[in-house]
């Protein structure tokens, strides 16, 4: 597979002002390879996921306190865009309470795992998630196209944030004509930084293993 991949990225002609949006899974692990074998900025290689995670999350804390999404803020998901991915809680408000004073932990660890999972549910419906993924891509779009600043998750190499090095995953960017124009290095508490430390450690697993 890396030969593979490493063959087609030899192939790309050099035009170092692209943006590259990558949208294909093993996301994490495509993003962070493309970088490195095109030795493209960071800031300009774009992995489009976490900004789908955070959708779906939005919209199950929504059917679960029963409120519409815009009453819904600060929602974010970091991490793998697989199984370890991680709902961020502490930052989150409906209406104007703050999440976590909504929920016990059972509640709590009952919505990561259905964050998690959403994905097996879309497929029972419709196959996979292409429209979501294309919705999230065309406002990235949308973004880059009309300088605008977008506040959104996405799979960027890391340098230091949250700790990390050398390895792609989601992380809060702001996204505009020049691709990511910053990473948003946030607080969060001891259990969801413990989960990043172990999202990022199944990502550098993968990444050592091709």
Same mark, same amino acid.
């Given at each position: ?26 996301? =994490?692990?495509? #993003?962070?390879?493309? @970088? ?17 995670? #955070? +959708?779906?999350? &939005?919209?199950?804390? +929504?059917? *679960?306190?029963?409120?519409? @999404? ?9 991490? $793998? ?9 502490? &930052? ?12 016990? $932990? ?9 964050? &998690? #999972? ?5 497929? *029972?419906?419709?196959? &996979?998630?292409?429209?979501? #993924?294309?919705?999230?891509?065309? =406002? ?5 196209? *009309?300088?605008? =600043? ?8 890391? @340098? =230091? ?7 792609a995953m989601g992380a809060p960017v702001i996204i505009n004509q020049y691709g990511i124009s910053k990473i948003e290095d946030l607080k969060?508490? $001891? ?7 172990k999202s990022s450690q199944k990502l550098h697993d993968q990444i050592d293993s091709i």
């Open positions: 597979m890396k030969s593979c991949f490493l063959f087609y990225l030899s192939s790309i002609p050099p035009c170092p002002s692209a943006i590259i949006l990558l949208i294909s899974n093993l996301l =994490d692990v495509l #993003t962070y390879f493309f @970088q490195k074998e095109t030795d493209f900025s960071r800031f300009k290689v774009i992995g489009i996921a976490s900004s789908l995670d #955070t +959708s779906r999350f &939005r919209y199950l804390i +929504s059917k *679960n306190f029963s409120v519409p @999404q815009s009453f819904i803020t600060g929602v974010l998901v970091l991490g $793998e865009h697989v199984d370890s991915m991680i709902p961020v809680f502490s &930052r989150m408000y409906v209406d104007v309470a703050p999440l976590l004073s909504l929920l016990d $932990e059972d509640e709590k660890s009952f919505i990561i795992d259905d964050v &998690r #999972t959403c994905w097996k549910d879309l497929r *029972n419906y419709k196959s &996979r998630s292409q429209f979501g #993924t294309a919705k999230n891509a065309f =406002d990235i779009i949308n973004a880059i196209l *009309n300088a605008k =600043d977008l506040f959104v998750p996405a799979s960027v190499v890391l @340098q =230091d944030e949250y700790g990390e090095n050398d390895v969060l508490d $001891e259990f969801e930084f413990s989960l990043l430390k």
